[in-house]
């Protein structure tokens, strides 16, 4: 066959995923109409935003010929078999949360690209049930906590979890209440003793790799391990006119030093380190700051990274504490280790890749999470990146075009294939 060919038949191939990518990156711009904020996209776990969102996408779900449901963490399925199927499962799945002032794309369109494939010509005759899953929480926006959606999926819920408060004091307990949800029921949402026989999820990716290279879709190779923690600073509110300097307890004066040193040991250990949050009390501009609030959020392709430069820091706090007259603690958030893609997962999104993109995938480490990351403790993983212009995301003007997000579903369609 020649080369012009090769790019015909590949160009017959793409077309399903062009028609049916352009109704996925429409199907974003609906969800993006459910928010908190209107003017933005804000939609967190166990709200009402995510109840119109899980309603819709049950509805799109249902339209494209898939049995659905809600399971007892509230994520929503779409599957080619019924609920209790005892036939293989194999899982697509990415999440319908986002983060505060969100951009329409990270999660939701794997979730919607998810319901191509399995709602697809091409899903008919597989020797397992494909399922789609729309996890209600992978951000942790709400409760701090990540991926507590796909982890009940994946059996690895904690009971210590449900004391976590919003930032309203509505404990996740009572926040499963009001969404109709029974707790004690969450072990049935579990999927670890059933016979799941994968995982793959399409996502944008949130950096600029894929859109310098102008390549369209890539191969995910592993995901950062991870870990999060609230650090609370107590010093002592004074006038801020009339004390002394020898005599202040600053604990904003406390934090700023451990901020900047999550960023120096960060860079020198190849650790990703943000500060992303903080609240300073009383928050007066005639107060010295009594309180001081903040987050550490921290990633890395190997676990002994991360744990590394946590000791150095837990060290650096205790010893600028004293320093200052300050008390200091350190809770953890989120725990996630590394994460590294199956090679049978990576070879099927490789061969599906290469039926709709001319260029040879990249290879590409994920320094964001993603509801695999929980999915791993139940079954292998393999993920696919979709180009997204300048790599911009968690904002606004995040972005994956309507032809790459057809790419990604082909690819995928086709990867779910070669594995059938
Ligand atoms: C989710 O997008 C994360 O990486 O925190
Ligand atoms: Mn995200
Ligand atoms: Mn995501």
Known sequence: MTTSQQQGERRNRREPGERRGRRAWDRCARLAGLTAVPGQIDRFYLTPEHRAANDLTARWMKESGLHTWLDEAGNVHGSTGQRDSRRPRLLIGSHLDTVPDAGRF?????????????????????????????????????????????????????????????ENGISLDRAFAEFGLDPERVGDASYAAKNVVGYLEVHIEQGPSLDRARIPLGVVSSIASARRFEIEIIGEPRHSGGTPFD?????????????????????????????????????????????????????????????????????????????????????????APAVYCADRLK?????????????????????????????????????????????ISHHPAEYVSPDDLGAGIAALAHAVQSLA
């Open 106 to 166: 990270d999660g939701i369109a794997g979730v919607m690209a998810g319901i191509e494939v399995a709602g697809g010509e091409w899903a008919a005759n597989f020797p397992f049930d494909v399922e789609v899953i729309g996890f209600g929480d992978e951000e942790g926006t709400r409760f701090g906590t990540a991926l507590l959606g796909s982890r009940a999926v994946a059996g690895t819920w904690d009971d210590r979890w449900w004391g976590l408060e919003d």
């Open 347 to 391: 070879e099927a999104v490789r061969a599906g890749i290469a039926d709709v993109q001319d260029e040879t995938p990249p290879e590409l480490f994920s320094p964001a999470g993603h509801d695999a990351m929980a999915i791993d403790a139940i079954t292998e993983v393999g993920m696919i990146f979709m180009r997204n212009p300048d790599g």
């Open 247 to 335: 005599e202040r307890h600053d604990a904003l004066l406390g934090a700023a030093e451990a901020v900047l040193a999550v960023e120096r040991f960060s860079i020198e250990h190849s650790v990703i380190g943000t500060v992303g949050r903080m609240e300073v009390e009383p928050g007066a501009v005639n107060v010295i700051p009594g309180r001081a609030v903040f987050s550490v959020d921290l990633r890395a392709h190997h676990d002994h990274q991360r744990d590394d430069i946590i000791e150095q820091f837990r060290e650096l706090v205790t010893e600028v504490a004293d320093r200052r007259g300050l008390r200091a603690t350190m809770k953890q958030l989120h725990e």
